[in-house]
């Protein structure tokens, strides 16, 4: 079955600095996608980043990017020139396809970012 | 706006007492599905439904039930609640295509039994 893992229970970065965090999954397929979801305390998800597995490029949205390692299957996200608005809960997930020919989203535990001034 | 509304946002209740929570929306997403959310264990996924009359298990069905009878709603019921069912839930959509879209999440509902 596939698993995403997130061995960060919680991180700190100074405003302005750079931080990255970590996500591994396990899968025997070949093609899928991967997510990085924030959390904020209002609770919503908000969608950070995507990555499509056959893409080699990893993808970047502003101050956000992954480092995509399909053969060590990881997914670092990386954000840089913190905020405080980035403190949040950060999810990692994997989308698959199930036997019946529909999919799902698999989440990871959660790393909550703290981000001091 | 395109959203997925889920409602009540917060909800306290008593062991036994029936509920559903709602959950509506209007982007015309064929797939839909219930997440729960407790500490140190991430999101877990409750139902899943393809389309309208077609919903499946996921990885935490037990006292739980769903309905699809329309496209853009897709409640979760709560037959006989218990404390354990203390959580923060949310609903999502997605369409089938383009593949690789994400999911859309509601508000989330914050569940308590006592």
């Known amino acids: 079955a596939q698993t995403v893992t997130q061995s960060q229970p919680e991180m700190s970065v100074q405003e302005a600095e750079t931080v990255t965090l970590s996500c591994t999954y396990d899968?025997?397929?070949?093609?899928?996608?991967l997510f990085w979801y924030k959390q904020p305390p209002s609770r919503q998800m908000i969608l950070v980043i995507r990555?499509?597995?056959?893409?080699?490029q990893n993808a970047t949205e502003n101050r956000f990017s992954v480092n995509f390692q399909k053969a060590a299957k990881s997914f670092s996200l990386k954000i840089s020139d913190s905020q405080l608005g980035d403190a949040a809960m950060y999810f990692c997930?994997?989308?698959?396809?199930?036997?019946?020919?529909?999919?799902?989203?698999?989440f990871g535990t959660g790393t909550r970012l703290k981000v001091l001034a | 706006e395109a959203q997925v509304t889920q409602n009540p946002r917060y909800l306290i209740t008593v062991t036994g007492k029936k509920l559903t929570v709602t959950c509506s929306q209007n982007?015309?997403?064929?797939?839909m599905s219930w997440y729960r959310q407790d500490p140190g264990l991430g999101l877990r996924q409750i139902y899943y439904?393809?389309?309208?009359?077609?919903?499946d298990k996921g990885d935490v069905p037990e006292g739980y039930k769903v309905s699809r009878k329309e496209k853009r709603n897709f409640p979760l019921i709560l037959e006989s609640p218990s404390p354990n069912q203390t959580s923060l839930y949310f609903c999502?959509?997605?369409?089938?295509?383009?593949?690789?879209?994400?999911?859309?999440f509601g508000q989330g509902t914050r569940l308590t039994v006592v």
């Open positions: 899968t025997s397929e070949s093609d899928y996608y």
């Open positions: 439904s393809m389309n309208v009359e077609v919903t």
């Open positions: 990555q499509e597995a056959y893409k080699q």
């Open positions: 999502a959509s997605s369409p089938f295509t383009p593949a690789g879209t994400e999911a859309f």
């Open positions: 982007m015309n997403h064929e797939y």
């Open positions: 997930a994997y989308r698959t396809h199930t036997t019946s020919g529909t999919y799902k989203y698999i």
